[in-house]
């Protein structure tokens, strides 16, 4: 059965950090495109973060730019998100997700095949 399981989310100070994680189980993600997506209260679900296969290409959203870092491990079937100078506005669920065909920046934009059940992040004082 495909799988994806985050971890890492939780309570952070402003200005703080945290690295989320997903683990992908029941299928290798080598050929897979990888994202981590966000949905705050009242809000709509927003791409925050997509990678290659390969890893070699990248997207982010203005809003995390120089401050989130995605990558992945093939080898442990992971990829993560590390998130720097955390602030309020970046408190929500956090998703992964992933995508069989198509490109980084596409999947940032209309989501993936399959997700995982997201874990929050909350940025308070």
């Known amino acids: 059965q495909l799988q994806l399981v985050e971890s890492g989310g939780g309570l952070v100070q402003p200005g703080g950090s945290l690295r989320l994680s997903c683990t992908a189980s029941?299928?290798?993600?080598?050929?897979?495109?990888g994202g981590w997506f966000r949905q705050a209260p009242g809000k709509e679900r927003e791409g925050v973060s997509c990678?290659?296969?390969?890893?070699?290409?990248?997207n982010y959203a203005d809003s995390v730019k120089g401050r989130f870092t995605i990558s992945r491990d093939n080898a442990k079937n992971t990829v993560y998100l590390q998130m720097n100078s955390l602030k309020p506005e970046d408190t929500a669920v956090y998703y992964c997700?992933?995508?069989?065909?198509?490109?980084?920046?596409?999947?940032?934009?209309?989501?993936?095949?399959?997700w995982g059940q997201g874990t929050q992040v909350t940025v308070s004082s």
């Open positions: 990678i290659s296969s390969s890893g070699g290409s990248t």
């Open positions: 997700a992933v995508k069989r065909f198509g490109t980084s920046q596409a999947m940032c934009v209309i989501g993936g095949d399959y």
């Open positions: 029941g299928f290798t993600l080598d050929y897979y495109i």
